[in-house]
């Protein structure tokens, strides 16, 4: 699963310490998040989403191998 | 019984639905745990050093006994609060590591139970064999949990 999340992050202007803050997780996670290194669960993956005001789909998706 | 399993159950739930309800100790119990755990080792220490355990004469509640009541309670229950305190900000990945830390914790303890027993045929073994297994699984975990949180830390790339 590969995701846009720094692209999103960019676009709305925030860093991923104000992202973590504003879905309450820690900034390591969102860190992570965006290297491709946590896949995180649905709940958070909602969270996210709702922050970009998007569908999940266009922030995760997922790869051939997966 | 079945009441119990209920309870466990709606704990589990609900750990996996807000991380913010698992049952852990508040933050601040960490360095209450490290403060207990290292008050018990000058109480180790006085143990050893005054032969407390020659006053062992068999019975409940004896000087020998009280001592080793108090030296395990100090340390079991400091390194208990030491791992189970919250994280400052507990989210979903800690709760993963802590849930993997904990399974190589109790992996590694119990290859170190077996080969201890298949290396003890005495039977005054079995009393060390207790000790260890009071603190081994907790402090393995504590050793293991926080080498995968220093880990993360390590590997987080710039913004």
Known sequence: MKNSLRVERAIKNITQAELAELIGVSRQTINTIESNK????????????????????????????? | MLDFCKLCFTFGLINLTDMKSQ????????????ALFLVHLPVIHIWDTYHIH?????????????????????????????????????????????????????????????????????????????RLNLWAPLLLFIIIFRWKIYRLNRSLKPE
């Open chain 2, 23 to 34: 049952f852990l100790f508040p933050t601040w119990t960490r360095w209450l745990g490290l």
């Open chain 1, 38 to 66: 946590y896949v995180p669960s649905t709940v958070l993956a909602l969270k996210i989403a709702r922050v970009f005001e998007k569908p999940v789909e266009q922030i995760f998706i997922l790869e051939d191998g997966d």
């Open chain 2, 54 to 130: 020659s006053y062992d004469d068999g019975q409940l509640f004896n000087l020998s006994h009280l001592f080793f009541i108090i030296t395990v309670v100090l340390m079991v229950l400091g390194l208990f609060l030491i791992a189970f305190s919250r994280e400052r900000i507990e989210d979903e990945q800690i709760y993963q590591l802590r849930l993997s830390s904990l399974r190589w914790a109790i992996f590694a303890n119990y290859l170190i139970l077996i080969i201890c027993l298949i290396f003890t045929n005495n039977k005054a073994d079995y009393k060390d064999l207790l």
